[in-house]
């Protein structure tokens, strides 16, 4: 069976990222999954790498990754992809993993299908992606014509369903080239997230907007996602009038999310903010205003005041934890 790659999106403790997992899974539709480590933690990530099918883990343990933002990595996959001519190399659609697309695409003259949220295989084997346009408005389905098939894959798009794989660890040698190394990382800083999860990885978005009012009003939002253990997001409108930071805005220049959860609070669901939401599982909306253009997209809408229905959903919340 032909070989595909995955590129392993990690912690570099050897914590493996969930969509690495979603990428194995997909990975799996089209042939043999290997991945590409980058870096130190292949050993103690193997356990969980097999578990989601990987065939071989492909190792560079080099620290020129941690070092050198973005085109080593590109690098490595530009000679796997050399090396190995696989069917097809997946990447994680995170703004690293997009980046590490587009330059694997011009290093290795192949075509790049960005913002995937399904992968299938097409006529002849041949990978197909469905990749959301306009806001969600169309979906389009592509394939690459030309090259080494590369596609990166939004989280939370696949769901991660295990399977067998013996994920031998093959080390590869690797040292960046110059060029590869023209940016250089000076400083690192851990960002305070708290004990919230990730908001591009997590199962369940909690998101505000103006309906809250103002920055005091936007805390019930916070006290809804945590007691839901979910990420907070928020509209541009909420982080424009500086009443959450713009590392949460959930829109098309904000983040992209795609939970099994979304829930929209006070949001309008302007075509802008759907580009970002529209691919969640389930989606709850609540306002008090039944035109909103948000509930053409809900699963389930509440009309009503939200200080009135998010004080009612948190008792029942609390009532059901027990
Ligand atoms: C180039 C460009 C890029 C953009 N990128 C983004 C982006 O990435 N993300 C994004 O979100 N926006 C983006 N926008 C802005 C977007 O067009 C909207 O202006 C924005 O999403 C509106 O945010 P909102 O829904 O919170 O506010 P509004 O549109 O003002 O909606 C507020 C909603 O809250 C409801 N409401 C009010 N009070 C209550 C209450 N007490 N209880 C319940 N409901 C209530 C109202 O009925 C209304 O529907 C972008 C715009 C442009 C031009």
């Known amino acids: 069976m032909a070989e595909v790659l995955v590129l392993a999106e990690h912690t570099g403790g050897g914590e493996v990222k969930k969509v690495t997992a979603e990428l194995l899974t997909a990975a799996r539709r089209l042939g043999s999954p ?3 480590w980058t870096g130190p933690g292949a050993e103690a ?3 969980r790498l097999a578990e989601f099918g990987a065939g071989r883990v492909y190792v560079a343990d080099s620290a020129d990754f941690g070092d050198y933002p973005v085109a080593p990595a590109a690098e490595l996959l530009a000679r796997l992809v050399a090396a190995k ?6 990447i994680a659609g995170t703004t690293e993993g997009k980046e590490i697309a587009g330059r694997l695409a011009v290093k290795t003259s192949s075509g790049v299908l960005t913002d995937a949220i399904n992968i299938t295989a097409g006529a002849g084997g041949a990978p197909a ?4 346009n306009f806001g969600g408005a169309i979906t389009v389905h592509s394939r690459v014509t030309k090259g080494t098939p590369i596609i990166a894959v939004r989280p939370n798009a696949v769901s991660a369903e295990p399977a067998p794989g013996a994920a031998q660890l093959v080390p590869v040698e690797f040292a960046a080239s110059a060029a590869a190394k023209a940016a250089k990382v000076t400083e690192r800083a851990v960002a305070d997230k708290g ?3 990730d908001l591009t990885e997590a199962q369940i978005v909690v998101s505000g ?3 809250t009012g103002s920055a005091d009003g936007f805390k019930i939002i916070e006290e809804l996602a945590d007691s839901l253990g979910a990420a907070v997001g928020a509209s541009r409108a909420v982080t424009d009038a500086g009443w ?8 098309q220049t904000g983040k992209t999310v795609s939970p099994q959860l979304y829930v929209a609070i006070g949001i309008s669901g302007a075509i802008q903010h759907r580009a970002g939401m529209q691919t969640s599982k389930t989606i709850i909306a609540i ?3 039944p035109e909103a253009p948000i509930f053409e997209i809900a699963d389930l809408g509440i009309v009503g005041d939200l200080f009135t229905v998010l004080p009612q959903l948190l008792d029942e919340v609390g009532a059901r934890k027990g």
Do not use: C, I, M, W
């Open 195 to 197: 004990t919230r999860p």
């Open 209 to 211: 907007g103006r309906g």
């Open 34 to 36: 290997s991945v590409v």
């Open 287 to 289: 306002n008090k205003d």
């Open 45 to 47: 990530a193997a356990g």
């Open 244 to 251: 959450y930071p713009h590392a949460f805005q959930v829109g």
């Open 129 to 132: 992606a469905e990749q959301p």
């Open 85 to 90: 001519s696989p069917a097809a190399v997946l």
